[in-house]
C-alpha cells in the first residue's frame, strides 16, 4: 500500500475573489508548493493544531517560545524554577543571547494542553517576559500522561 492509498481523497471546490486567488498562488510559489492542494492540506493541518480549538486534556507536544529581558531583577532564577516546576512537562531548552538585554529560549514541551498553557500563563506574565508563545505541533491521540505527572 503507497501512501496516496493509505487516505481516500475527497474533492470540493472552493471559491474565493480572484485577487485572493492571485495572493494565495504567489504564496504557493514562494513556499515552494507544486499545487494548490498540497498547500490547503498544510493550512487545515496547521489550523487543526491550534491550541484555542483543542480539547484542554488532550496530550500534545510543541513548543514555548519567548524573549525576555534578563536584567529584570529575578526573572532567570523566576523562569528557571518555573521550568523545575514543570520538568515532567519539559523536553528540552534551547537558550540564545540576542543582545546585550534580551535572551531568546525555546521550550521543548509535551503533556496535556491544560498544563503547557498554565505553565505559558505562569511565563506570559512575569514582569520583563516581552513574548511569549505557546504552539503545539503534534497531537497524540493515543498517548496519556503518567499519573506522577500532574
Known sequence: ??????????????????????QFDQYIADQGYTNRSEAIRDLVRKAMLDPGRLKSEQTVAGTIVMVYDHHVSD??????????????????????HLNHDQCLEIIVVRGI???LRELHQKIQVQKGVLYAE??????????SEHPHDH
Open 1 to 22: 500500500m503507497t501512501g496516496l492509498d493509505k487516505d481516500t481523497l475527497s474533492r470540493f471546490g472552493v471559491s474565493m475573489p480572484e485577487e485572493l486567488v492571485k
Open 75 to 96: 526573572l532567570p532564577l523566576t523562569l528557571m524554577e518555573l521550568q523545575h516546576n514543570y520538568h515532567h512537562h519539559i523536553n528540552s531548552t534551547m537558550h540564545v
Open 113 to 115: 494542553l491544560s498544563r
Open 134 to 143: 505557546l504552539s503545539v505541533t503534534y497531537v497524540d491521540e493515543h498517548g
